[in-house]
């Protein structure tokens, strides 16, 4: 089998002794070049294949390595159909996800200095500059820099390449705006490295610039002197040009673990991974939602071969990370809006808004521009389009849905200044063993905790959402939850993820309020539970444990069923 794709972005490497499963995107190299535009922008949430494509870009454009293309090249589409501008330019390329900042700004600003630096003298040494190199330690800022490098390589065919050109920024806003808006206002030293960039685009010393990222945040806020680059972010010729579509999927898994494991329901297999990792839709008309390719990949490689079972983890502690990092922009703006927002997509699974095409951080900070900004960042995508303009959005899948709960619960302690995380796995863990007592008094001592102001407009739904939040911690069930609003199906069913886990469970929740009777609400509870039971997918479910949970300000009731 060959090697998976995973953690690995360098488009030379993959190639050039064919031992990686490849996917096949250098067709979008024509497309582009089919625009007639020299400078574009493209993002993408974390993780989706951006850079190892910057990287073939890279060597598909890199004079260097037209002796080699062939060979890199081999097999792909771009070699069979190659574009006139193939191997014509000298590639400057700037990484910027590497800069560490957690520092403070004196070490974020010297961690872009030494970057845009490195980047610069890879240049010089890779081109034949090399006696221009040692005057590069004595420029101390990037705009510097950057026109030191103009002046010197002033005659060459330049290709700019830019990766996670928003990565650091986006840290320092979900830190601070007052220090975001610094570096990106006039006179800071990220503003004014750009500034330097649309000078060369204007003096045609700078012929092509393609720039990664994951918000228009910067980039917006730079719009004034850095208005110069096309987004094709949104185009509906560039959806699948990062992420994989179904077809690719099928591919990839046909080639490693339908090859090995023979035996596997390759239809169930397809569709539990639909469910974790599918979802993207970047343009209402497009054919086909797309997977988060690095999480498809690391689902392959987490796979276990030797008894055809499904990983233990579906998400990457290390991506689970990087979008927690990215959760911290959550609070931009009215952060109680913002929270509201987010509850209302955990139990509805659906808000309505616009995608805004510019921001204004001197102003505020909108409903709508937080919409796109967790559109942009893949925590909710594009369910259908109203009408033009305004979007029904969605979680995409399973993965980010239990993003959501994790980062709800994590909301909730630090609002009612209580902790119950750092307990909760163990709590569900003898939850899966079939006891229930340490999960309903967890449950209790959540709902006990809570602020007046949070009871003051408590209900059921909220109920539910707290549950939710809980019972995402534990990563032997898969929760299937329907939303309040449909009671066709219980509110919340956990199902072990493999035939192994010894308890699954159904929850009806119910809330008590002042003037309710408990006697008609527990009645009623019950007859539902009932009727859910006697349906064909809930009778389907193994190993079931039903239970009505009625809950009010003193705490919850579990009634077994």
């Given at each position: ?35 007639n535009e020299s400078y574009v922008i493209f993002l993408r949430p974390r993780r ?294 987010l509850e209302a997509l955990i139990e509805t699974n659906s808000i309505t808004g ?208």
């Amino acid at each position: 089998m060959q090697k998976i794709i995973y953690g690995e972005s360098n488009f030379r490497k993959i190639k050039i002794n064919n031992d990686y499963l490849y996917i096949d995107k250098t067709k979008f190299i024509e497309t582009l070049e089919g625009l007639n535009e020299s400078y574009v922008i493209f993002l993408r949430p974390r993780r989706f294949g951006k850079s190892l494509f910057l990287s073939t870009l890279q060597y598909y454009y890199d004079e260097n390595s037209k002796d080699e293309f062939e060979v890199i090249f081999n097999d792909t589409y771009i070699a069979k159909n190659p574009t006139v501008l193939k191997s014509s330019y000298r590639i400057l390329f700037f990484e910027f996800s590497g800069i560490n900042t957690d520092m403070g700004m004196d070490a974020i600003y010297e961690g872009f200095r030494d970057n845009v630096n490195s980047a610069i003298y890879r240049y010089f040494m890779n081109y034949g500059y090399e006696g221009y190199t040692t005057k590069l330690q004595n420029i101390k800022t990037p705009s510097g820099l950057i026109k030191y490098f103009f002046d010197v390589a002033k005659d060459d065919q330049i290709y700019l390449l830019i990766d996670e050109y928003d990565h650091f920024a986006n840290a320092i806003l979900a830190h601070s705006m007052e220090e975001f808006l610094a570096i990106v206002s006039k006179g800071g030293f990220v503003r004014s490295f750009y500034e330097v960039l649309k000078g060369a685009t204007q003096s045609g010393t700078l012929h092509k610039m393609f720039i990664t990222g994951v918000t228009p945040i910067t980039l917006d806020s730079l719009s004034s002197g850095f208005n110069i680059v096309k987004h094709i972010t949104y185009k509906q010729e560039f959806n699948a040009m990062a992420g994989f579509t179904q077809e690719e999927v099928e591919c990839s898994l046909q080639a490693s673990i339908f090859t090995r494991c023979t035996e596997v329901d390759k239809q169930m297999l397809l569709d539990k991974v639909r469910i974790w990792y599918n979802g993207y839709l970047f343009n209402s008309d497009a054919k086909s939602r797309v997977y988060n390719a690095t999480l498809l990949n690391y689902f392959i490689t987490e796979y276990h071969f030797d008894t055809c079972r499904m990983p233990t983890k579906m998400l990457d502690v290390n991506v689970a990370s990087d979008y927690k990092a990215i959760m911290k922009l959550f609070n931009i703006g009215d952060g109680e809006r913002n929270y509201k927002i987010l509850e209302a997509l955990i139990e509805t699974n659906s808000i309505t808004g616009t995608i805004k095409e510019r921001y204004d951080l001197n102003r505020d900070f909108g409903e709508d521009d937080f919409i796109t900004l967790i559109y942009s960042m893949g925590f909710i995508t594009i369910k259908n389009e109203i009408v033009a303009g305004l979007y029904e959005f969605e979680i995409p899948n399973y993965v980010i849905k239990m993003l959501y709960f994790n980062y709800f619960a994590i909301e909730l302690e630090r609002r009612n200044q209580f902790k119950m995380t750092h307990s909760i796995a163990k709590v569900l863990t003898q939850l899966l063993l079939g006891d229930i007592a340490p999960f309903q008094n967890q449950l209790n001592e959540v709902i006990q905790s809570l602020s007046n102001r949070d009871h003051q407009g408590f209900d059921e739904k909220y109920f539910h959402v707290i549950a939710l939040a809980l019972l995402s911690f534990g990563e032997f069930y898969f929760i299937d939850s329907q939303p309040e609003r449909n009671r066709k199906y219980p509110d919340i069913v956990l199902i072990g993820r493999d035939e192994r886990v010894p308890n699954n469970y159904l929850f009806e929740l119910k809330w008590l309020k002042g003037k309710d009777s408990y006697e008609s609400i527990k009645r009623d509870g019950l007859k539902q539970v009932e009727e859910y039971l006697s349906l064909d997918k809930i009778q389907s479910i193994p190993k079931l444990r039903a239970y009505l949970l009625i809950g009010s300000k003193d705490g919850v009731e579990f009634v077994r069923v």
